[in-house]
């Protein structure tokens, strides 16, 4: 069966973070994978093309900016969206934003309230 579910693919190296993120995606309307780790990213990337990818920035291996950076250099990955994702400063997080070329960025909270919010601004209503 198809569907018209916008589609993210979010990256973090915290379980808690993943579930509580696509758990809060998927009651919005999302079609949500998640990866823990690069390997698994790459893996899921393979299979699916998401709409957006959520990124957290610090990650141990590969950096959300420098996963940002690697996407956005592919012709294969370069329109799709990356959105950071930290509990960083929104300061920071613009600037690391800015940095490496990221469509967006949003800051982690303890109810996560801003993500799907953020996320419209980068796609657009669905």
Request: charged content about 25%; overall charge negative; some cysteine.
């Amino acid at each position: 069966m198809a569907t018209n579910r916008r589609r993210i693919l979010l990256i973090d190296d915290s379980s808690v973070s993943l579930l509580v993120c696509e758990t809060l995606l998927i009651g919005e309307g999302y079609d949500v994978r998640t990866a823990s780790n690069l390997a698994e990213f790459n893996r899921v990337l393979s299979e699916w093309r998401p709409d957006v990818v959520l990124t957290d920035v610090q990650m141990p291996g590969l950096s959300g900016m420098e996963l940002c950076r690697t996407l956005k250099a592919s012709n294969d990955t370069v329109r799709i969206p990356v959105v950071l994702y930290s509990s960083l400063s929104e300061d920071e997080l613009a600037v690391l934003a800015l940095q490496c070329g990221a469509d967006g960025f949003v800051r982690k909270a303890n109810r996560h309230d801003d993500l799907p919010r953020a996320l419209l601004n980068v796609l657009g209503p669905m």
